[in-house]
């Protein structure tokens, strides 16, 4: 048997490797001791942290197990067989192995510890928190971001579940960590919590840690803090879907919302009603006692609509002053008409606004799901057409409601559409003034130009005047378009003068409705206002008008070409004006109706009439001018009949202001 196996043979090789590799210092030592006494059972043997002196005593047998250490044999007095020398040397060089392989993994360890370290003061310099956790969610390492985000220092945090960060209702993290295991990682927008107990957004994007094979062993989590942003998107949305005035709901979101309540209803097989609220009386409020007391009221209507409807009907506003109301769950059509009187009944008491006391009304249209429409804005919409006509038969002061039903036939409808679009039209900035030029006969100069309304409705386009004028006039809402159009044309007028081109006469249509004490006043402010002379605006009223109440028509048109204001009678012929009656009137021109023009010169009647309103004109010391001129012919027996001043389309249509300055360029003289 040789030495190695006789030590090896001893059971002490595997005793030999466990205490060199794990122990250290003294204990390592007596280890090492016990070890050589056992194998050397009978001499006296040793391991020892100094060489023995060379010609000691008993001359002892040694042999290096490290550089610093020996293996003594001692005793014996040198009289140590071969064996003897083998099993020390044998043992020294498998000692002294051992501590080569201990030295080699002690540098890898603490290689792989110096690694660890570095990524750790690496992790520690990212702003981001990043915490890493094992496949179960217990917390592996927590960084300095961490720590300031979430308040909590690493020792807190490590060996802790992740889920303790979370915030309430988030579904469990351990199914989380599956879901994304297996798209191999994710980013999410989270709410997790504080150590301070604010709850706050942070991005969190998730990725798997593996071990050298591939296989997924943990999760590495970086999360940063983006409640600010979160905090920019909801107001950005709260301003997309909400009034900023009222903070009621806005017309988008009231869509979205209806559209979901009646898919409910569809669900549930119950009705759903949509109130289409517009405030009567509201618009002198706002234009005589200004915007803030508007606002203010508009805001206080909004809080009585509130506090008098349930939780889970919506109140939206819509616009200027109309809200809507969707009640999402109704079983009668009764109970619609409940909301509407409760709604009104808000409005029974003043709304006092700074030293104001106001009063105001509301008329509601009511539209129902399913049987008038299936969609928000089909609801919408009929809902808009029954508010014109509760509108119309506002009886009490609070205002008054009414459903939609088909039996308002497409008539009805249609004009009831098109105001419910005029009502708007002016706010939405839909219409706009064409201007027509008159041209002087003789001299085929453009002497003054008409200025005619234009509308353009957002859905149906262009609307004639001759449509939405007379509906205009029945609502009363020409007072407030005629006012606009007057406006504008002041401003058109000075723009003209900047340009440099001489002045010439701007008339504009004035509705019987508006002809009261206050035209005057409107007429002299909207001229100073844009610095025009008054002998450039001319008024153009509808024979019609001079049939009735002529004593305060007079008296106002007096008061008109007083400022210096040139009046002429529209429509001249179409009513019934007799020759003394009309001297009575302070007008300056007579403007032959388009209808006695068109059958100009084959009709004999039509040439018999607007030559004699030419001559009765003419003996009045009106000047006279036809509408409607299309032909050369026309326009020949205008010139011969002594007509002054001719408008239509053989001269131009009515056109944007801008093309004006081109024509009165032009010479008409060889149009006739
Ligand atoms: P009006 O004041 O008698 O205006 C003349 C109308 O005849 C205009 O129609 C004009 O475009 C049209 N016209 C001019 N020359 C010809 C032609 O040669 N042939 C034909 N077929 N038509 C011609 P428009 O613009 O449709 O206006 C219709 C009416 O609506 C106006 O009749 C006026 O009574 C009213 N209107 C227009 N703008 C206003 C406004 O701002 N305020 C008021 N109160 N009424 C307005
Ligand atoms: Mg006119
Ligand atoms: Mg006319």
């Given amino acids: ?47 020892v942290r100094e060489r023995p002196r060379p010609g000691a005593d008993d001359a002892a047998l040694f042999c290096a197990a490290s550089p610093e250490t020996y293996y ?17 040397n044998v043992l020294a060089s498998l000692t002294s192995g051992l501590f080569a392989t201990r030295a080699q993994l002690d540098q890898r360890h603490s290689a792989s510890a110096h690694a660890q370290l570095q990524q750790m003061q690496i992790l520690d310099q990212i702003h981001e928190s990043v915490i890493t956790m094992d496949l179960a969610g217990f917390i592996i390492s927590w960084n300095r971001g961490a720590e300031n985000l979430f308040g909590y220092a690493a020792g807190e945090a490590v060996g802790k579940n992740i889920l303790f960060l979370y915030e309430d209702e988030e579904l469990d993290g351990l199914r989380l960590f599956d879901a994304f295991l297996e798209q191999g990682g994710r980013e999410m927008e989270v709410r997790r919590r504080k150590k301070s107990g604010v709850v706050f957004w942070a991005s969190l ?21 983006i409640t600010q942003r979160k905090e920019a998107e909801q107001k950005i949305n709260h301003l997309a879907y909400y009034d900023a005035l009222t903070d009621l709901p806005n017309r988008s979101l009231l869509r979205q919302l209806l559209d979901k309540s009646i898919s409910q209803a569809q ?3 119950t009705l759903s009603a949509l109130l289409f609220v517009d405030l009567n009386r509201f618009k002198p409020i706002n234009d005589t006692l200004g915007h803030q007391v508007g606002d203010a009221l508009l805001r206080q209507v909004a809080e009585r609509f509130r506090q008098a409807l349930r939780e889970h009907d919506i109140v939206a506003r819509l616009g200027s002053d109309e809200f809507a109301v969707a009640l999402p769950d109704i079983n009668q059509h009764y109970h619609a008409s409940l909301v509407a009187q409760k709604l009104l009944a808000t409005m029974d008491a003043v709304f006092q606004v700074g ?14 799901y399913p049987q008038d429409g299936g969609d928000a804005a089909t609801l919408l919409q ?31 409808a249609g004009r009831l559409y098109l105001e419910s679009g005029l009502r708007r039209a002016l706010d939405n900035d839909e219409f706009s003034v064409s201007y027509q030029p008159k041209v002087d006969i003789r001299s085929g100069k453009i002497v003054g130009v008409e200025a005619l309304l234009r509308w353009k409705h957002p859905e149906k386009g ?64 909207a001229l100073s206002r844009h610095g025009i002379s008054p002998q450039w605006l001319e008024l153009e009223i509808t024979e019609s008008m001079l049939m009735h109440s002529a004593e305060s028509v007079i008296a106002i048109m007096e008061q008109i070409t007083a400022q210096g204001v040139v009046l002429a009678l529209d429509d001249f012929g179409t009513g019934y004006s007799s020759l003394s009656y009309l001297k009575r009137f302070p007008i300056a021109t007579l403007k032959i109706d388009r209808s006695f023009i068109l059958g100009i010169p084959a009709d004999r009647n039509d040439c018999a009439i607007a030559g004699a309103i030419i001559v009765m004109a003419k003996q009045l010391r009106h000047k006279v001018i036809a509408e409607g001129v299309e032909t050369r012919e026309q326009l020949n027996f205008l010139l011969q009949a002594g007509c002054d001043e001719a408008q239509g389309y053989l001269f131009s249509r009515p056109v944007a202001a801008e093309q004006i300055s ?11």
């Avoid at 506002?394 to 036939?409: K, L, P, Q, T």
Wanted: proline fraction near 3%.
């Fill in 1 to 47: 048997m040789d030495a190695f196996a006789e030590v090896s043979d001893l059971g002490l090789g595997a005793a030999l490797g466990e205490a060199v590799l794990s122990l250290q210092g003294a204990t390592l030592d007596a280890e090492l001791n016990r070890i050589v006494g056992s194998v050397f059972r009978h001499s006296t043997a040793a391991y």
């Fill in 72 to 88: 003594v044999l001692s005793g014996k007095n040198g009289n140590y067989n071969e064996a003897d020398v083998h099993k020390l």
């Fill in 205 to 225: 994007s998730l990725s798997p840690l593996c071990d050298p094979g591939g296989q997924p062993i943990g999760i590495i989590g970086y999360l940063s803090d």
């Fill in 267 to 269: 669900r549930n097989s």
């Fill in 355 to 368: 030293d104001h006391e106001l009063r105001i009304g509301a008329s509601i249209g009511i539209s129902v």
């Fill in 382 to 412: 009929k809902a808009d057409i029954a508010m014109v006509k509760a509108k119309r038969n506002a009886d009490r002061i609070s205002g008054s409601y009414a459903f939609y039903n088909h039996s308002m036939n497409q008539i009805t």
């Fill in 462 to 525: 262009w609307i004639s005047p001759l449509d939405f004028i007379p509906l205009a006039e029945e609502t009363g809402l020409i007072l407030q378009l005629d006012a606009w159009v007057l406006e504008t044309a002041c401003a058109q007028a000075r723009v003209w003068q900047d340009l440099g081109l001489a002045p010439f006469r701007i008339a504009v249509n004035v509705s019987a409705k508006e002809f009261t004490a206050a035209l005057p006043v409107r007429v002299d402010a």
């Fill in 662 to 672: 081109i024509l009165l360029e032009k010479d008409f003289r060889d149009y006739s």
